[in-house]
């Protein structure tokens, strides 16, 4: 039972993720057949017997089939869902108006881009669903590291670094003391006697 459980754990999920993947590839091929105006007869999820399904009004069938492994987009002119071209009798039993809806009437451009369309609609959904599965979290961090490992600042040399101007005030004051102190300096000098003056008073 344990290994039931374990089994069945692991193919639901694969079946829900190839279903997503599945879907999301033969949806491309079916917007671009649609947009070069060729005919879908039948969109199928799976294969073999279908399981339930519904047809649109334009005449497509959707539906759900028994083998979960794949899918497929039949259009117009198609043989099988491997998109095998009808027998050449029946093209040419074909009016005009069926040619211009057929896959296998279009220009090779036209069949080139539906062919295509099935792997790049995979392909864009991959980048989708990366980019909304990240947390924001890990964009956070990374802007984290960056900041790290940023290079330090140089410090400014002192002789690139411009002057402080002082205020004028102070400007004055200093002048005005040192002119103080050099008077005050000669006048002492000039009232002290020199050595040979006292010499020749004694």
Not at 46 to 54: D, S
Not at 76 to 96: K, L, N, R
Not at 168 to 177: F, K, V
Request: glycine letters at 6%.
């Amino acid at each position: 039972m344990g290994f039931l459980s374990g089994g069945i754990g692991y193919v639901v999920p694969f079946l829900v993720v190839l279903t997503v993947l599945v879907f999301v590839h033969e949806l491309g091929h079916y917007l671009v057949a649609r947009w070069n105006k060729v005919r879908i007869e039948t969109f199928s999820i799976g294969f073999g017997p279908e399981l339930f399904g519904w047809t649109d009004r334009v005449g497509t069938r959707w539906k759900v089939s028994a083998i979960p492994l794949g899918g497929y987009v039949k259009m117009f002119g198609d043989a099988d869902p491997a998109s095998m071209a009808v027998p050449e009798e029946e093209i040419a039993q074909m009016t005009d108006a069926e040619k211009a809806v057929s896959f296998h009437h279009k220009r090779l451009m036209q069949r080139a881009a539906v062919v295509a369309a099935g792997p790049a609609a995979n392909f864009v959904f991959t980048l989708v669903a990366l980019r909304c599965s990240s947390p924001p979290s890990a964009s956070r961090s990374r802007r984290r590291k960056s900041a790290r490992f940023r290079p330090a600042a140089l410090p400014t040399p002192a002789a690139s670094r411009p002057a402080t101007p002082l205020p004028a005030s102070t400007d004055r004051r200093s002048i005005a003391s040192r002119i103080s102190s050099r008077r005050s300096g000669s006048t002492t000098a000039s009232r002290s006697p020199s050595p040979s003056n006292a010499t020749a008073r004694t």
